[in-house]
């Protein structure tokens, strides 16, 4: 069963339904205890994110998040110290421009930015 099913069988019977006749489900339905309902909800939001964090991880490079190999730095030192533009190195590293720098700067070869996540600077 893929997510996407599961996901709309708990939200069916969430909401009081059976999700294979389509009938209300009665009161004394132990799908319809306070404590089920809830844990119904949790998990149902717990899908959700999971979804969301898988589709988020599938849209970046294939090496966010992996540990750098000696021979990586070698090759990012080499390329930055050619004149190399961040985001050209961050393809070829298949890592973010903001990995690329995180690592640059881990290397000492920039200074940290300062920058928070929205690109304001810390004062």
């Not at 294979?20 to 994110?49: F, H, I, K, Y």
């Not at 890592?95 to 690329?100: C, D, M, N, S």
Request: glycine content about 8%; some cysteine.
């Amino acid at each position: 069963m893929d997510e996407v099913t599961a996901l709309r069988l708990i939200d069916t019977l969430a909401n009081g339904v059976n999700p294979t006749s389509g009938e209300v489900l009665a009161a004394d339905n132990p799908c319809q205890q306070p404590e089920v309902l809830r844990a119904l909800w949790l998990a149902s939001r717990a899908l959700q994110e999971q979804r969301l964090r898988n589709l988020r991880q599938s849209s970046m490079p294939a090496n966010v998040g992996k540990p750098w190999s000696e021979d990586e730095n070698n090759a990012l030192i080499t390329e930055f110290h050619s004149g190399r533009a961040l985001t050209d190195i961050a393809s070829l590293h298949q890592r973010t421009q903001a990995g690329i720098q995180a690592r640059l700067e881990k290397l000492g070869l920039l200074q940290p930015s300062g920058l928070v996540g929205n690109g304001s600077s810390v004062r």
